[in-house]
């Protein structure tokens, strides 16, 4: 594809504001990036290592984690070095990179929290079939499915962007987005724009509609149960009903950030909601769950604080 663009580079101008504290800035994301690694990979470990946890509920928990490693590797990496950076700049091409991967981290995400739905949906309202329905071919199918879906599905639509010709280099984030790459072109993006909401609106319907039916059944099943029953089944549900809230509350900061002025807030408010969806789910998603499930808090203690840490977790 033949790159008509007339500028080579963008700059991130809120990092200008930044400039002053950027060697803070710099430790405070390094540090960050550094936990999303640590608890990530810790949990990848621990799922791998036991082989008690080698169930699909872990297995998607996994698949979890290692987007998380996806997600914080496409941002802070490169924020860092941009930061450091004397003009901000970084090139269009890696600005575009950066977008796709960003953009497709938030998809799947939302497309694996849906698929853990789906699987708590039959643990709690077919016990019995549980290990018959979620075979490990099914599983694998489903996390086939929540990478390749939105890898293909965002990247129809990306091309729409890259055919446009960027004349402006100018982007008010500390990091590049799809819809920034829009409000730089100098061609009509009114038809663009109305593509990329029907796209929003196709590739996150399967998603939404799996999450609403998978727990609208398990509240129906909890209204005819007994109260240990129910108990039981907010034990199950709660860590995954965390991570849901914690994903929204990261999307609904950013959808803010994008359509609406969002100026008269301080500036480490604005950089906080900017960063938080980025951020805050794989670092917060490990704790939720290696706090609340109990395997996972057992298997997690045993290994940081048993003596002999070369004993097989149990």
């Known amino acids: 594809m033949k790159n008509s663009s007339v500028v080579s580079s963008v700059i991130l101008e809120v990092l200008y504001r930044m400039e002053d504290l950027k060697y803070l800035y710099f430790m405070i994301f390094f540090m960050l990036y550094m936990f999303v690694l640590f608890a990530n990979t810790t949990l990848i470990f621990i799922v791998i290592y036991d082989k008690a946890l080698h169930k699909p509920m872990y297995v998607f928990l996994c698949n ?53 739905c789906y699987d708590r949906y039959v643990a709690i309202c077919y016990p019995l079939q549980y290990h018959s329905i979620m075979t490990i071919t099914r599983v694998y199918k489903l ?15 990306f091309i ?63 209204f005819t149960a007994t109260k240990k029953s129910k108990i039981k089944a907010l034990k199950t549900c709660m860590p995954h009903l965390f991570a849901i809230l914690n994903y929204s509350v ?14 008269y807030l301080p500036f480490e408010t604005q950089t906080v909601m900017s960063l938080y969806f980025l951020i805050f789910p794989p670092i917060l998603n490990p704790a939720i769950y290696g706090l609340s499930v109990q395997a996972l808090r057992d298997n997690i203690f045993r290994l940081f604080c048993s003596k002999n840490k070369l004993l097989p977790l149990k």
């Open 64 to 116: 979890l984690a290692v987007n998380g490693i996806y997600g914080g590797t496409a941002l802070l990496p490169s924020l860092m070095g941009t930061l450091m950076s004397p003009s901000h700049e970084v090139s269009l091409e890696c600005c575009k990179a950066q977008t796709y991967f960003l953009h497709t981290y938030v998809i799947i995400e939302f497309t694996i929290l849906s698929v853990m």
């Open 143 to 157: 996390i086939a499915f929540s990478w390749g879906y939105p890898l293909v599905a965002f990247a129809l639509f």
């Open 250 to 263: 990261g999307c609904f900061f950013e959808i803010i950030q994008s359509r609406f002025d969002t100026s």
């Open 160 to 222: 729409l962007t890259l055919r446009l010709t960027i004349c402006r280099n100018i982007i008010g984030r500390v990091y590049c987005t799809n819809y920034s790459l829009v409000k730089l072109s100098c061609e009509d993006t009114n038809v663009v724009s109305a593509i990329g909401f029907f796209f929003v609106v196709v590739y996150t319907f399967p998603q939404l509609a799996m999450t609403l039916y998978s727990y609208g059944h398990i509240l129906k099943i909890c």
